[in-house]
């Protein structure tokens, strides 16, 4: 087994890494002087300058599919990034984690990653032109509304939301909350999962569908914040949609096929979030060794106590072992599909984001006082990394996913009718 990177993988992480040093961290502090400035709801300037370069370079929409992987409905490869693999971008997204910012200079922060995916993967050439398009450029941003406050919805069966026909519109009716990124003003778009037929069988309920955001009947009850963090000017907003009319020609796929478009959507994201995780965590094990060499209580520098000895070796463990199973859950997804790569990726999504927030608890403990503060990032972190043990589906869901996976290898289990609800999940 060769672990070396090829010369591509090498060159595309390579040159997220040096955009990275040489234009986005320093100018960490102007990004957080303009965030902080005037209201929260805006467009932060400096992220705008370093799309515009980041876009010149080629550092761009580096998520998404290879040719070949284009569409389900028509043949046109008008919409195309560079073209990296599962494997590729997930080098990538490793070093964007590292800086919370840095995805959206590339055009790779989701929600609109997993949404220009959908677009591309199932949306018809109206769709593309309408929306595609303004999303690769980054003329505007999206949403994805899934999850709502009134059920369960780490089992998707359970959404009440309606997408009821109607002549030749769907009518929309329902309430969702964590739709993330709603609050930013450039957000045009969202895709709304619900149902368009109650009766159907169990998966078969389910249905995709385009709603402009500005549409009669669409109203952002509340702004939610994440242990405190407003997370501006993205946001996680609560919304109801009353009475909300969007043409036929709105729907994803067909009636019925939500289920099929949330996989083919959820699977490479969560790869996202997870190599993005690792980038967070190594940040936050070089800010903690950074401070254990500076500080000296007790006669000598803190890192010389053993057990600090012992938290930073296994935070080093702890990385390169998750680093690996994520590579591989990608290299699997490139190679055989995400179907079958479906227990790697479900191991890897439980696996990554307690890796961090071990990590990143011992790295506050390590600042002392200031851990817990703004001034060193780790408070932020943490509250952002303890939402991935929800998002994409809650820990639990993926553990019982793999243990059933587990168990059918030994013994002879009956087969779900469908998708269980830990192929699902709930999304942000």
Not at 191 to 202: N, P
Not at 381 to 403: F, K, N
Request: with cysteine.
């Amino acid at each position: 087994m060769n672990f070396d990177l090829t010369e591509r993988q090498t060159h595309w992480r390579d040159r997220v890494r040096d955009f990275i040093e040489a234009n986005i961290r320093p100018n960490m502090q102007t990004y957080i002087d303009q965030d902080n400035a005037g209201d929260r709801w805006k467009v932060i300037q400096i992220i705008e300058d370093m799309k515009v370069k980041a876009k010149s370079q080629g550092i761009w929409n580096l998520f998404m599919p290879p040719q070949g992987q284009l569409t389900h409905v028509d043949d046109t490869f008008e919409f195309e990034g560079p073209g990296l693999t599962n494997l590729e971008y997930a080098l990538c997204a490793e070093e964007m984690g590292r800086v919370g910012w840095s995805s959206e200079v590339f055009n790779c922060s989701a929600p609109d990653t997993g949404n220009m995916e959908v677009f591309h993967r199932y949306g018809t050439r109206e769709q593309k032109d309408q929306w595609l398009g303004k999303l690769m450029n980054g003329e505007v941003r999206s949403a994805f509304l899934m999850t709502e406050p009134a059920v369960a919805s780490s089992d998707a069966t359970n959404i009440e939301t309606r997408i009821e026909r109607d002549g030749d519109d769907y009518v929309i009716n329902g309430r969702k909350w964590w739709s993330s990124g709603l609050g930013d003003p450039r957000c045009a778009v969202s895709i709304v999962m619900g149902k368009t037929d109650f009766a159907a069988k169990r998966h078969a309920q389910q249905s995709m569908i385009l709603m402009p955001n500005d549409a009669p009947g669409v109203n952002i009850i509340r702004h939610l914040p994440v242990f405190g963090y407003d997370d501006a000017p993205h946001g996680h907003m609560e919304v109801e949609m009353k009475d909300v009319r969007v043409p036929a020609t709105n729907l994803l796929l067909g009636e019925g096929r939500g289920f099929e478009i949330a996989q083919g959507r959820l699977g490479p994201g969560r790869i996202h979030h997870c190599m993005r995780t690792i980038g967070v965590a190594e940040e936050a094990l070089e800010k903690m060794c950074k401070r254990l060499q500076s500080r000296v209580a007790f006669g000598k520098p803190i890192y010389q106590y053993s057990v600090w000895e012992e938290r930073v070796a296994r935070a080093r463990i702890d990385i390169d072992m998750t680093r690996l199973l994520c590579l591989k859950a990608a290299d699997m997804m490139d190679k055989v599909g995400n179907k079958s790569a479906k227990q790697e990726i479900a191991m890897i999504k439980v696996q990554a984001p307690n890796m961090a927030l071990k990590i990143i608890d011992d790295a506050i403990q390590a600042h002392g006082g200031g851990g817990v503060s703004n001034d060193f990032g780790l408070a932020s972190a943490y509250a952002h990394q303890r939402t991935l043990r929800l998002a994409d589906g809650p820990d639990e869901v993926h553990a019982r996913s793999i243990a059933r996976m587990e168990f059918a290898k030994h013994t002879e289990m009956p087969k779900d009718g469908g998708m269980s609800s830990g192929d699902m999940g709930a999304t942000r």
